[in-house]
């Protein structure tokens, strides 16, 4: 079984990505792992997952449990990023994370020149496995012209007026559809409005919608500029949700009072775990002077790790993570300075011990 990097790797965040990371870590590589949070979870009997307390805003104590391992993975929600990132690379603790904010995947990218470690954010499912699948098509062509990215966690029974229940973080959903999303029209890097350009998409006979939300293509755009004439990204929902959201956001001004929106949605969304993950990618350029498309879809549901059930986007963030952290261990990936998740190639992501989760990409 193939090991993580010195069995000294720190997990910061044991909610639930966070815990399904160490989990996954576990059985699929046989590590043991440091889970820290200000309210760590009792692991007791196991002796792969130790748990410590920790508060992130305290330089000194953040600094001591850093020098203590070699490699961070930070599941914190995403205005934690910067902040553990600059620690990390201050005393050469390889850094991954998941972040879907531009804004902290740019201040991680500057502090990547005078780095000893490795940075490589955004590491989960979008942004991260669909760059991976993006770069993948795009290696396809000749000449590229079109590549869009759609990635969905969706309920399995969306019963409410929203369409929607939360599989994932309320602070992630907001911060997606409220941010500027980057995107490449006939050649020139743009960025768009969130919640447009909505599309209907009919997957295995199933409609749904799609519409602009920021972070997914992470670093994507400024790898590709200059090779596809259009490049976008868009997430999937269950019709009616997108309208409905827009509402919230324009028609009631929550946009501006971002606090009243989380508040607004916790009371009245349910959480579900009762989920599933769509992705869908579609390509269309030039192969052998022919015009040809490719498309790669899949869906992924939840199953049973360590004897816990964990739903699909934990399943599928925590393998996004930890493919890369294999890729690096390995020797696939650099070994100093900034990563993008598309330096990852799909087959060597297929050939790690999280590729399973993924098989229904590969043609």
């Not at 805003?57 to 993975?73: G, K, N, T």
């Not at 007026?161 to 409220?178: K, P, Q």
């Not at 295995?204 to 490049?231: H, I, M, P, W, Y």
């Amino acid at each position: 079984m193939m090991k993580l990097p010195g069995q000294d790797i720190l997990i910061l965040g044991a909610g639930k990505i966070g815990s399904t990371i160490a989990d996954m870590a576990a059985e699929l590589h046989g590590a043991t792992v440091t889970l820290a949070d200000m309210q760590p979870p009792s692991t007791r009997n196991d002796a792969q997952i130790r748990t410590l307390q920790l508060d992130i805003q305290d330089d000194a104590a953040l600094a001591a449990v850093l020098q203590q391992h070699s490699l961070v993975i930070n599941a914190l929600p995403y205005f934690c990023a910067a902040r553990v990132a600059q620690a990390a690379a201050l005393h050469g603790v390889h850094y991954f994370d998941l972040t879907e904010d531009v804004a902290a995947m740019r201040a991680i990218q500057a502090l990547a020149p005078q780095a000893r470690s490795v940075l490589m954010p955004q590491c989960g499912l979008a942004p991260g496995l669909i760059g991976i699948l993006g770069g993948h098509l795009a290696q396809q062509f000749e000449e590229l012209f079109d590549l869009q990215l759609r990635v969905g966690a969706l309920t399995r029974h969306a019963t409410n007026a929203l369409r929607y229940h939360f599989t994932w973080s309320v602070d992630g959903v907001i911060n997606e559809y409220c941010k500027p999303c980057n995107t490449i029209a006939n050649g020139q890097p743009v960025t768009v409005p969130p919640l447009e350009n909505v599309e209907t998409l009919i997957l295995d006979g199933e409609s749904f919608e799609a519409f602009n939300t920021s972070g997914g293509l992470g670093t994507l755009c400024e790898t590709l500029q200059g090779r596809v004439r259009n490049l976008n990204y868009k997430t999937i929902r269950h019709p009616g949700h997108r309208d409905a959201m827009h509402l919230l956001l324009h028609g009631l001004r929550l946009i501006e009072r971002r606090d009243l929106l989380r508040q607004v949605l916790e009371g009245a969304v349910p959480h579900s775990r009762d989920d599933m993950v769509v992705i869908a990618a579609m390509a269309t350029g030039m192969r052998g002077a022919k015009l040809e498309q490719l498309t790669r879809s899949a869906r992924i549901y939840g199953t049973t790790l360590r004897g816990k059930q964990r739903t699909a986007i934990e399943l599928t963030t925590a393998a996004g993570m930890l493919g890369a952290v294999e890729l690096f261990a390995t020797g696939k990936l650099p070994q100093q300075g900034f990563v993008r998740q598309e330096q990852c190639t799909l087959d060597d992501l297929m050939a790690t011990r999280v590729g399973s989760y993924f098989q229904g990409l590969v043609n």
